[in-house]
């Protein structure tokens, strides 16, 4: 059973498009992660956010976290060709706040 | 350079050997976590330690053991591999229990 559930799972557009990925859940969790992964390496943090309607922005990056702390959306806009790649999000729960991984979107952005 | 390294990269081997990945991470780190990664599942955490000789079970913990004697090291072994368990295996670090996350290049393992 995913406690994080992302879509899409896939989205190919063309640069200078917005987007938006969507990670849901029925639980509750302490904080929010967003990540992105290339081929062949670790994940690389993107942001955290830990409070229930917290919006937080990375250049061209928008990340929100819902209300009841169960979602959180990541808006890109105007998508370049560099923000390809796979993009988790991971709630926190726990004495040690270990995650829970979304299965992920995979971005493509052609020229 | 600091960071977190794991080793070997690669490793090809057959169902019923012993497999022990290693992770090694050069900033004191409290926390450290083991995780695969299989198309259409994310990360699956496997198994976390808190501390030096405090470990927990993540999960998916089932075929795997794992050990923390030193802060700097926390290696996963397989003790006796099968097929479901090819998979790409990324350590990770984090300082304190709020603090972000750090990954390293992962270890794609497959079992024959």
């Known amino acids: 059973t995913q406690l994080l559930e992302q879509s899409p799972q896939f989205l190919s557009i063309q640069e200078g498009e917005n987007l938006t990925v969507y990670c849901n859940s029925s639980?509750?969790?302490?904080?929010l992660q967003w990540y992105r992964q290339e081929p062949g390496e670790g994940p690389v943090l993107l942001v955290t956010?830990?409070?229930?309607?917290e919006v937080k922005k990375l250049k061209r990056l928008t990340f929100q976290f819902g209300d009841a702390r169960k979602d959180s959306s990541l808006h890109i806009t105007a998508a370049q060709t560099g923000d390809t790649g796979l993009y988790l999000c991971?709630?926190?729960?726990?004495?040690?706040?270990?995650?829970?991984f979304g299965s992920g979107t995979q971005l493509t952005v052609l020229p | 350079d600091a960071g977190i390294t794991q080793s070997p990269r690669y490793k090809i081997t057959e169902t019923g050997r012993q497999v022990t990945l290693m992770c090694h991470q050069t900033?004191?780190?409290?926390?450290m976590f083991w995780y695969r990664q299989d198309l259409g599942h994310g990360l699956r955490l496997i198994y976390y330690?808190?501390?030096?000789?405090?470990?927990d079970k993540g999960e998916v913990p089932d075929g795997y053991v794992v050990s923390r004697s030193k802060t700097e090291n926390f290696p996963l072994t397989l003790e006796s591999a099968t097929r479901s368990q090819t998979s790409v295996y990324f350590c990770?670090?984090?300082?304190?229990?709020?603090?972000?996350?750090?990954f390293g290049d992962g270890t794609r393992l497959s079992i024959l």
């Open positions: 330690s808190a501390a030096a000789d405090i470990t």
């Open positions: 639980s509750v969790f302490s904080s």
């Open positions: 956010v830990v409070t229930g309607g």
């Open positions: 900033w004191s780190h409290s926390y």
């Open positions: 990770a670090s984090r300082v304190g229990v709020s603090q972000p996350q750090h």
């Open positions: 991971a709630g926190g729960r726990g004495s040690a706040r270990q995650l829970t």
